[in-house]
């Protein structure tokens, strides 16, 4: 499974920044949290991080261009423990509901 990494709003004043640099390339593997490429708004340094485990596998901007608040900046793939652990939660969430609907309608406690 795919998903986007975007620009995050850093600035209240000023929704466009420059993607200054890469911190990983194309085919590198990175754990969530990392920091994947660096964006300067009014002169300050922001880092952009992965919000999961997986593999770069497109870059849409490169380095030096001029980006906007949440606009796609790269496209990374999931890592499949990533898509495990959501599988899990998702399900679990989706069981728990379930059951309590089911309670409800059925007036149990």
Same mark, same amino acid.
Not at 13 to 19: A, G, I, Q, R
């Given at each position: 499974?795919?998903e ?6 850093? %600035? ?5 920044? +420059? @993607?200054?640099?890469?911190? =990983? !390339?194309?085919?590198?593997? $990175? *754990?969530?949290?990392?920091?994947? #490429?660096?964006? %300067?708004? @009014?002169?300050?340094?922001? *880092?952009?991080? &992965?919000?999961?485990?997986?593999? @770069?596998?497109? +870059?849409?901007?490169?380095? %030096? &261009?001029? =980006?906007?608040? /949440?606009?796609?900046?790269?496209? $990374?793939?999931? /890592?499949? *423990?990533?898509? !495990?652990?959501? /599988?899990?939660? @998702? #399900?679990?969430?989706?069981i /728990?509901? $379930?059951?309590? +609907?089911l309670? !409800?309608? +059925?007036?149990? %406690?």
């Amino acid at each position: 499974m795919r998903e986007k990494i975007k620009v995050p709003k850093v %600035n209240d004043f000023c929704s466009v920044s +420059k @993607l200054q640099e890469w911190k =990983v !390339e194309l085919g590198d593997c $990175f *754990e969530s949290g990392d920091v994947v #490429c660096v964006i %300067n708004n @009014l002169s300050e340094k922001h *880092e952009i991080k &992965a919000p999961k485990a997986g593999m @770069l596998v497109e +870059k849409t901007i490169y380095e %030096n &261009a001029i =980006v906007e608040d /949440s606009q796609v900046i790269g496209i $990374f793939e999931i /890592s499949p *423990e990533e898509q !495990e652990a959501d /599988s899990e939660f @998702l #399900c679990s969430g989706l069981i /728990s509901k $379930f059951i309590s +609907k089911l309670k !409800e309608s +059925k007036n149990i %406690n």
